[in-house]
């Protein structure tokens, strides 16, 4: 049983059945259940058309459910229309999908995490992570969405810069997550460059320049490799070359937005030959210009580490020390700026507290890897009396 693929067509089957009447939760349930029935029915009689299988077996499903429901009576007379076996037309109905949940009736914040949940294949517990909110929290907001969106039809889809938002989310929770869904996401991203708007060649640009680097991010055990040290010669120049050519010609139109000033971070750290040749001045500029666009606490706090590397760590913390402890890994800045500032005592203390706050296992396991780094030196040092002499 191929899993991938059962993923890769769940949303066109979705799309399939809301366009032939079926409300979104409704339809969700019934390519549920068509999945269920894929996974007992396929190893022993595999379809020779994968996607028109899913088609009808979720249609059926559908069907019989509105029969049961007295509330959805009204649908019984649509059980005529289904499906025949038969050959699917090869038509991508994923983003249109995404456009369908980005619905005028939900609020953005609710559209976005939505179709994470019934697109993209995130858990709820992934969804809070990327939101930085409890998950109880948000399966509440995903089930109102539900239905809320159960009782429209979607004659209105949602924006731009809602679906950007959610395709941005997916590629994230692809790139650093445990369900790669970044090459689909950039794979979307490129549809919508057809769409005048600014900031659809800000994301892909941005995609791009991070997806190029990412076979340096992780060791052959799986740990987390820092920017600093990654090698950059295995870095594809290819993909880094067209994603800063997208940047470039998406500034030269003067309508700046935050995945514009994003990319151009990403941009100015695939530049630099090496670590140290880093342009970070001009990397807290773009900060400056991303901070005024989003007013989002996230980004000082990235600012500061880039303020750091510029100005010195002493800089660095006091632009720290406006910001609240209790954003998402504040601790892991503040104990690399401490460590660089000298004061390798409090910076193992707050690396062992950022790892004990760390989302992901795999960060965790780097934080607490670099407090033992400075608590093994300092005991090296008390006992050898020379110390750095």
């Known amino acids: ?32 259940d068509a999945l269920v029935e894929a996974v007992r029915v396929w190893p022993d009689d595999p379809p020779r058309d994968p996607k028109g299988w899913l088609i009808t ?9 509105a029969r049961a429901e007295t509330a959805r009576r009204r649908r019984e007379d649509r059980a005529e229309t289904e499906p025949a076996p038969g050959p699917a037309p090869s038509v991508d109905d994923t983003l ?5 949940c980005a619905h005028p009736s939900l609020t953005p914040s609710s559209a976005v995490a939505l179709t994470l949940r019934a697109v993209g294949g995130l858990t709820t517990r992934q969804i809070a992570r990327a939101y930085l909110v409890p998950e109880a929290t948000m399966a509440q907001r995903i089930s109102r969405a539900k239905r809320t969106v159960s009782a429209v039809r979607f004659d209105r889809p949602g924006d731009v810069a809602t679906v950007l938002r959610v395709l941005y989310l997916v590629f994230n929770e692809g790139y650093s997550g445990d369900v790669d869904l970044s090459a689909e996401a950039i794979r979307l991203t490129r549809q919508l460059a057809a769409i005048d708007h600014p900031e659809v060649a800000g994301l892909l640009a941005l995609m791009l320049l ?47 937005g935050e995945f514009q000033a994003q990319a151009a971070i990403a941009a100015l750290h695939c530049d630099a030959p090496s670590a140290e040749e880093t342009d970070w001045a001009q990397i807290v500029e773009w900060y400056d210009e991303l901070a005024g666009l989003t ?14 590397e510029a100005a010195g760590p002493r800089a660095g913390l006091n632009e720290l020390a406006s ?59 008390a006992e050898d009396p020379r110390g750095d002499i």
């Open 96 to 100: 249109q999908l995404y456009f369908l």
């Open 210 to 256: 991070h997806h190029a680097r990412r076979a340096s991010r992780t060791a052959a055990d799986g740990s987390l490799v820092p920017l600093a040290e990654q090698d950059r010669g295995r870095w594809e120049t290819g993909m880094i070359a067209e994603g800063v050519g997208i940047l470039q010609t998406a500034l030269a139109r003067d309508r700046l």
């Open 323 to 381: 910001l609240s402890e209790e954003l998402p890994r504040h601790a892991a800045v503040s104990a690399y700026l401490h460590e660089h500032d000298g004061d390798r005592a409090t910076a193992a203390r707050l690396y062992a507290e950022a790892a004990h706050r760390a989302p992901t296992l795999a960060e965790r396991d780097h934080l607490t890897r670099q407090a033992a780094r400075l608590n093994a030196v300092d005991a090296d040092r």
């Open 57 to 65: 077996v979720a249609w059926r499903r559908f069907v019989d459910a």
């Open 1 to 32: 049983m191929d899993a991938l693929l059962l993923r890769s067509l769940t949303p066109g089957v979705i799309g399939v059945l809301v366009r032939r009447g079926a409300d979104f939760a409704a339809a969700e349930d019934a390519v549920q």
């Open 295 to 308: 007013d989002s606490p996230v980004v000082r706090l990235n600012r500061a580490v880039a303020v750091g």
